[in-house]
């Protein structure tokens, strides 16, 4: 018995704990998603280990002016050419924050994951459909994939469930056309 309870003890002693940050339909915004983590950890007095970010990677922002109202959306973006392969209105593409991550300009304190959604830069989501490195600590998935951070797995799988699509190929290649800006983020049965 006593051989037992010492084995458990050792088993309990190798669990780490970690904290986590789940950020749903952030919209990409970095800037203000650190903000939020960091008065979190300040109130909590703890230390957020990652944030996952589930669905659009991408902002949305209210900006006011002179004539109307209008939601204005800073894309997750590198360049022009990301930009035009998002699906959305062309009066919502603006370049957002990330291209200072994404250049070196700024560097995400801890590891981000992003879980692709439906208004993404899509050619760049393509570039890694396996997942990989969207900037220094900012991983992406893919368009399905299981990662492990110590103990745990974290997994996902990137786009929406259209039903038409689901059990299509995926046929689409950059340059994305109209269609295919749209159908690339749908989910498939074989991801």
Same mark, same amino acid.
């Given at each position: 018995?006593?051989?037992?309870?010492?084995?458990?003890?050792?088993?309990?002693?190798?669990?780490?704990?970690?904290?986590?940050?789940? $950020? /749903?339909?952030?919209?990409? %915004?970095?800037?203000?998603?650190?903000?939020?983590? %960091?008065?979190? %950890?300040?109130?909590?007095?703890?230390? !957020?280990?990652?944030?996952?970010?589930?669905?659009?990677? #991408?902002?949305?922002?209210?900006?006011?002016?002179?004539?109307?109202?209008?939601? !204005?959306? #800073? #894309?997750?973006? =590198?360049? @022009?050419?990301?930009?035009?392969?998002?699906?959305?209105? =062309?009066?919502?593409?603006?370049?957002?924050?990330?291209?200072?991550?994404?250049? @070196?300009?700024?560097? +995400?304190? =801890?590891? +981000?994951?992003?879980?692709?959604?439906?208004?993404?830069?899509?050619?760049?989501? +393509?570039?890694?459909?396996? @997942? /990989?490195?969207?900037?220094?600590?900012?991983?992406?998935? @893919?368009?399905?994939?299981?990662?492990?951070? /110590?103990?745990? =797995?974290?997994?996902?799988?990137?786009? !929406?469930?259209?039903?038409?699509?689901?059990?299509?190929? +995926?046929? %689409?290649?950059?340059?994305? #056309?109209?269609?295919?800006?749209?159908?690339?983020?749908? $989910?498939?049965?074989?991801?």
């Amino acid at each position: 018995m006593r051989a037992f309870e010492e084995k458990e003890k050792n088993i309990c002693a190798c669990i780490a704990i970690y904290k986590l940050a789940v $950020v /749903g339909c952030a919209h990409g %915004e970095l800037e203000k998603i650190l903000e939020e983590v %960091e008065k979190y %950890e300040k109130n909590e007095k703890c230390e !957020i280990d990652i944030i996952i970010c589930c669905g659009d990677f #991408q902002v949305m922002e209210k900006t006011n002016y002179a004539r109307t109202n209008n939601n !204005i959306t #800073q #894309q997750a973006v =590198r360049n @022009g050419y990301d930009l035009s392969s998002l699906s959305c209105p =062309r009066k919502y593409m603006k370049e957002g924050d990330f291209k200072k991550y994404y250049n @070196g300009q700024k560097k +995400m304190k =801890r590891l +981000m994951i992003v879980i692709g959604g439906n208004h993404e830069a899509s050619n760049h989501n +393509m570039e890694l459909y396996n @997942g /990989g490195w969207l900037a220094p600590n900012i991983y992406y998935l @893919g368009k399905s994939g299981v990662i492990r951070f /110590g103990g745990i =797995r974290i997994g996902g799988i990137s786009g !929406i469930f259209k039903a038409y699509d689901f059990d299509m190929p +995926m046929k %689409e290649t950059c340059p994305l #056309q109209i269609k295919t800006k749209i159908s690339v983020n749908h $989910v498939r049965r074989f991801q």
